[in-house]
């Protein structure tokens, strides 16, 4: 079974690792958002392609879903000491090797898949992760500080400000210009299931529809499409989904959320059993779908997602 | 006073600390030699001028003389794990910050004398640090391999081989096509006394000397010029300096390395006392000498040095 994944960051992680263990026998590819992608100190941070491969690989720090385990922190204290920033983006020593290799890579005229492709020599993720495009997309966010409208990159809204004014716009800087990485619609072709995980629907699985030729190609694939929702009892299952979801004008429930891929993209939508209540709404709007738990509080809870998932792309497909 | 000092790496830290004891009110600008930089993983590494850097600023590693205090090598050992290397270069984490910032702020089109000025600016050396040149120039040793000749990097021939085979050539590639770094002739212009450490004369010394137009302007400064012997007894203090000067036909003596600088641009050569009998030849050369103790063995010892040459060089003048 060839089964496609649109993965953001820590979400789409833990679901994978899920779907490792509910199929192990399936060929995942991952396509992975890289609109959070953003140049530190000179180097190219790839924050979701690299907790996809960490998380896979056995090197993720658990606890907070992002960055190594046994994590030390002398570089960014000696970037301190010389006065250069930003403080506040938490990147460990042995997390800035792997964007030194990348940006050195990058340097000598790899496109970012082939990089990604060599990193992943080392993790062995077990799936085959494409990131959505070798061209340079920036997800900003528009928000309105001292009564003047600014565009922030979205870490920078994400991780500095914590999501604490609203988002007046996001948007995927350079993705109409873009192309989808090499592979990346081959896969979606060749695929019997494409998956959404429990990703952000705006700045993680958005900014891949994003990509001028990716959502056409899911559109088109005529294999089932099944997503999970991120939302949770009407507030995002961790992050600040909900945030960016106003951005867009989508109400941060289980049910707008399915209706803003609508029919056209999505065929099965799962939903906590906390929103049981919206399974008809979203049925109503000719999406399949079914209340089940949905909180990944370890890898035997997140296989079983994907498992639910996977049997309603059966149902979708019968 | 002002006093210009031509610096390699460790013997020229550790003399300008004996000098910055001995003459504390002096205006020390320092020329830095830059051939045996390196690019490695992406990064600009700049040996030398570090050495100095952290050795006036308090941050070196006081036992093997080079790289910091209370170091550790996490991001190392990760870029081993990504099969990137070379190994056999030892650069730790807080190392590691100090070449992304130059890496970053060269990236963004900032010369390296402005570059180096800025990383001065939190080590406080209490000189003027100027690398020798903004250009790039690196110094390429000829080696028979396999019966074959090959130009291999400084510092692979000196990390990585141990200076094991004999040089054929020492080769400062790019130092024909460049300029003196800003500041660097007009402080020999406006210096009282040109001071040569007992750096190595070759890969060292020679390589600032080899930047067209800073040989010229220290002999026609008119000020006295003076340098410790680097070779005490015959062999290098440290290092390996026998093996370069081989290879530009010079002998590893104190004396031979006195009339390889010449009585054209040296007024004065401290030699060690075990080389007193040197001292003769020398002077027969025109070259003032004396024989004092050589040997950094602490501060103390490297300030009582550097009031030596003060004292040659007020000789000198008079």
């Given at each position: ?92 020593d ?79 800087v ?7 990485a090499?592979?990346?619609l ?18 993680s699985?958005?900014?891949i ?40 004008g ?12 609508g ?53 979708v497909?019968?």
């Amino acid at each position: 079974m060839r089964i496609v994944v649109l993965a953001g960051g820590i979400g789409g992680a833990r679901f994978l690792r899920g779907l490792k263990r509910a199929a192990p026998d399936a060929d995942v590819t991952v396509i992975g958002n890289t609109g959070d992608d953003i140049h530190l100190f000179g180097l190219k941070v790839c924050p979701d392609l690299d907790t996809v491969m960490y998380t896979l690989g056995g090197g993720i720090n658990e606890e907070q879903g992002w960055g190594r385990t046994d994590e030390t922190f002398q570089v960014k204290a000696e970037l301190a000491a010389y006065g250069v920033g930003p403080e506040w983006f938490g990147l460990g020593d042995r997390d800035f090797a792997t964007h030194i290799v990348r940006t050195q890579m990058l340097g000598a005229g790899y496109p970012l898949s082939a990089v990604t492709e060599a990193l992943c020599a080392r993790w062995k993720p077990g799936v085959r992760l494409l990131p959505m495009s070798d061209d340079r997309i920036e997800t900003h966010v528009a928000v309105d500080l001292d009564g003047e409208r600014k565009a922030v990159h979205f870490q920078e809204y994400w991780v500095r400000m914590r999501a604490s004014v609203p988002a007046q716009a996001v948007v995927p800087v350079g993705a109409d210009q873009a192309k989808p990485a090499p592979g990346v619609l081959e896969a979606v072709a060749a695929a019997d299931v494409i998956l959404f995980p429990p990703s952000n629907p705006v700045v993680s699985i958005g900014t891949i529809l994003a990509v001028p030729g990716i959502r056409e190609a899911i559109a088109e694939a005529g294999v089932p499409v099944v997503g999970l929702s991120p939302i949770v009892g009407n507030a995002p299952v961790r992050g600040m989904a909900d945030k960016v979801l106003a951005a867009i004008g989508v109400e941060a429930t289980a049910a707008a959320v399915a209706l803003h891929y609508g029919s056209g993209l999505l065929d099965g939508w799962l939903v906590d059993t906390v929103d049981a209540g919206a399974v008809a709404d979203i049925e109503g709007a000719g999406i399949r779908s079914r209340a089940v738990p949905l909180l990944m509080t370890d890898v035997d809870a997140a296989a079983a997602m994907a498992r639910e998932a996977l049997t309603m792309a059966e149902e979708v497909r019968a």
